[in-house]
Structure formats: structure tokens, C-alpha cells
């Protein structure tokens, strides 16, 4: 009879693996996660071997409650109250999804409800937003070496360009990007590139996210950047 191995993959063989890779080969000690939804970027991130410090941000009053439960027992995760990212300080509304992470700023589109049905919308609720610039100040985080993760259903390009003292200061990013308008204006994977290019980030991974089976067509990716 053959014995079955339950040996742990190597880190280079899995997602969570390559990006701890890539936090560890950048002394990053610090993951600001913009868009935590109910904790699924920060459990990837720990899995992948990360033990340094995460502070996770949502807009959703709705995912408060499983996050909490979730940090109970990791002392170096703050979770900040009901708070969104963009390109103002002041007030915003938000489009909630059925699933909630597919909540945005922005409307959807057509063909993403077409290919996400579960992208309509069940409420719309009024939040705080503050810009990344703003946020970074106040978390008084000089002397880290700081990783941001953007996932914001479409809105991750107001708030970049709102962010030009933080993206001096940081040293990677995990930015999600469309490839096609699945929110209406929002700005699609190659502009994101060009412009995290000029500020003077370089790719260092590209990674499948969500794909459609009714359209039969990859929606979105996650970029990892990197100033070297």
C-alpha cells in the first residue's frame, strides 16, 4: 500500500508563498490592506509566512464583526473602524454587493453582472474616506518598510493618484487590476502599470484572480510591485 505524503509545498510553488517570497527579499515589516473584505488578504499573507504587522481597512460596517473574531489571537493585526480609501477626505458612498466583496465606490457594469450576478447591489450606505496620503501620516509609520495591498473593486486609480507622499515612502504594493471595465470608469491593468512604472515601481508578479466561466475570459489580476 503506498503511503500518502502530506508534505507542505514548497514556498515558490504556491500564490501565498511567492508573495511572502517577495515581502521577505524587501525587509517589508509593515502591510497596510486596503479593502480587507472579511480577512481573506490577511490570512493569505500569514500563511505565506508573513509575521510581521497588518493593518487591515474595510468600508463595510458589515465585516467589523468576523475580523474581530479572526484577530483574537494575533496581537501584531490592527483592524481600523468602517473607513475607505480614495481621493478626498470626507464622506462617500458606497455600492454594497450581495457579495460583499465585490462592493465598490463605482457602479458596476454591465458584463460584470452579466458574469458576476451576485454583483448587484443591496444597499447603498454613506462612509468616511480618507485619502491614502492622509491615512499613512496618521499611522505614523516612519521607519517601516511598508507594503500596501489596493483592492477596491475598481477604485484603485483615485486613490493612487491621491497617494504621492505615501508611494515615496513605501517599497511594494499589491495593486488588483481589471482587464476589461467591469465598474464604470475605472482604469483598466495597463494605464495602473504605466503610471506605478513612473512613480518607480516595477513588477515582480502578475496573479490569475477571478475569471469568468459565462464569459470565458480572465477578469481581474493582482500585481506585486517593487521600487529596486
Request: glycine fraction near 8%.
Amino acid at each position: 500500500m503506498a503511503l500518502i505524503s502530506f508534505k507542505k509545498p514548497k514556498p515558490h510553488k504556491t500564490r501565498e508563498g511567492k508573495i511572502g517570497l517577495t515581502l521577505a527579499a524587501h525587509s517589508i515589516d509593515t502591510i497596510i490592506d486596503i479593502g480587507a473584505n472579511n480577512g481573506g488578504a490577511y490570512e493569505s499573507f500569514r500563511n505565506g509566512g508573513f509575521k510581521g504587522q497588518i493593518i487591515s481597512i474595510d468600508p463595510l460596517p458589515a465585516v467589523q464583526e468576523t475580523l474581530a473574531q479572526k484577530k483574537k489571537n494575533d496581537p501584531n493585526w490592527t483592524i481600523l473602524p468602517p473607513l475607505a480609501i480614495g481621493d478626498q477626505n470626507g464622506e462617500t458612498q458606497i455600492n454594497v454587493s450581495d457579495a460583499s466583496d465585490m462592493s465598490s465606490v463605482l457602479k458596476a457594469s454591465n458584463v460584470l453582472m452579466e458574469a458576476l450576478p451576485r454583483t448587484n447591489v443591496v444597499e447603498t450606505i454613506t462612509v468616511q474616506m480618507k485619502t491614502l496620503d492622509t491615512l499613512y501620516e496618521e499611522l505614523c509609520l516612519e521607519g517601516k518598510n511598508v507594503f500596501v495591498k489596493i483592492d477596491t473593486q475598481g477604485y484603485e486609480m483615485p486613490i493612487l493618484k491621491h497617494a504621492e507622499k505615501t508611494l515615496n515612502k513605501i517599497k511594494g504594493l499589491q495593486v488588483e487590476m481589471s482587464l476589461f471595465e467591469l465598474y464604470e470608469g475605472e482604469t483598466l491593468y495597463g494605464e495602473i502599470m504605466t503610471f506605478l512604472s513612473n512613480k518607480g515601481f516595477s513588477p515582480h508578479m502578475l496573479i490569475e484572480t477571478n475569471f469568468s466561466k459565462k464569459l470565458n475570459r480572465q477578469l481581474q489580476i493582482d500585481g506585486i510591485f517593487y521600487k529596486d
